[in-house]
């Protein structure tokens, strides 16, 4: 029968102390130091190298140990992320240690906002400093339930393949279940056994097997708002909200007069524009995000669309000619809305 297993060699290397040995992976976090020298403003960009426990020491978060002396067996090691840019976190905002604590305490919780605000990123990074592998489920797609929860191959019953979702109960780590207000009830449902004190599911596809939820299974939904904009979306139903423990909310890194230094400095890095052009850019689509909060927009511009107006710019477009190419058109094909878009862009170029 072919058939995952949660067994494997459980070996001492609880990420919170000094025995990591395999699983004590190294992580690049990159500082924008601006300076000047004789007069010539200067960018330097500084690579630290920093491992698993000073990660966890940095956001105060090493007394939530979520494998206390455990390593995962190696069939599943390698779906532990390694090398995610480190996640800027909105001032006032503490996101990576409310959702490891929440992780601890409940062993799940949800995470709501708008597109590119950084979910996706933040659960990425979350499981590489805890060591945790990730199975990641988008509910957008038309999955079928053979793919979630397995089936069997060939003739009779000789040989079953796991679903990614009973994997995960077999090996443990993060479920991440994206675009959750997008799964079909049908699946919603059969999750419930699995998020409550049951902690177990059905396999009603396999002779009724019992499988049991991982000691150190843990569960992470995202999901945009409901609304008319996220075609597809549709109110959580109540069972299942319920058994989200911790709901955190996301939001842009600058909105409206509200900018943010290190989104500056994010675009200037990864697109080699100059600060001013990377001020401009992000004050144009702080007021872009502002006008869509308010409902005078029907799409705020994510961290990744202004990178794309600025990797044009930088190219030698300049940058209304830039929008137009990029920014403008991601934003709706309505030609009224894209002219006041344009107006918007224009006034922080003009």
């Not at 503490?94 to 490891?100: A, V």
């Not at 075609?231 to 909200?241: E, I, Q, S």
């Not at 994010?266 to 409902?295: C, F, H, M, N, P």
Request: glycine fraction near 8%; aromatic fraction near 10%; hydrophobic fraction near 35%.
């Amino acid at each position: 029968m072919v058939s995952s297993s949660g067994g494997g060699d459980k070996k001492k290397v609880g990420y919170g102390s000094h025995q990591l040995k395999k699983a004590d992976t190294k992580h690049y976090v990159e500082t924008q130091i601006n300076t000047k020298f004789n007069g010539t403003k200067l960018s330097l960009l500084i690579k630290k190298t920093m491992s698993r426990p000073e990660l966890l020491k940095k956001y105060g978060v090493e007394k939530y140990d979520l494998h206390p002396n455990y390593e995962f067996p190696e069939s599943v090691r390698d779906m532990i992320p390694s090398n995610v840019p480190e996640y800027i976190t909105p001032p006032g905002k503490d996101y990576i240690k409310q959702i490891i604590r929440a992780l601890y305490y409940f062993k799940q919780c949800a995470l709501i906002g708008p597109s590119g605000t950084g979910k996706t990123h933040v659960v990425y990074f979350i499981a590489e400093i805890t060591g945790l592998p990730i199975w990641e489920v988008n509910c957008g797609l038309q999955t079928s339930t053979y793919d979630l929860f397995g089936r069997y191959i060939g003739l009779g019953k000789e040989n079953w393949i796991d679903g990614q979702i009973i994997s995960w109960c077999r090996d443990g780590g993060i479920l991440y279940l994206d675009e959750a207000n997008m799964m079909k009830q049908d699946i919603a449902a059969r999750l419930n056994p699995i998020l409550d004190t049951r902690g177990h599911i059905v396999l009603t596809e396999k002779d009724n097997e019992v499988v049991k939820r991982h000691e150190f299974g843990y569960v992470i939904i995202s999901m945009n708002p409901f609304s008319s904009e996220f075609v597809g979306t549709k109110p959580l139903n109540a069972a299942f909200r319920r058994r989200m423990s911790v709901w955190l909310t996301f939001d842009y890194l600058s909105v409206g007069t509200n900018i943010s230094k290190e989104e500056i400095a994010l675009i200037q890095k990864r697109s080699g524009v100059d600060e001013d052009t990377a001020t401009k850019i992000i004050k144009a689509g702080a007021e872009l995000r502002r006008q869509y909060q308010t409902g005078d927009l029907p799409y705020g511009p994510s961290p990744g669309d202004l990178m794309n107006w600025a990797i044009l710019i930088a190219d030698g477009s300049d940058p209304i000619t830039a929008a137009n190419e990029s920014i403008i058109g991601t934003t709706s094909d309505d030609l009224e809305i894209q002219d006041t878009v344009r107006r918007i862009i224009t006034t922080f170029f003009s």
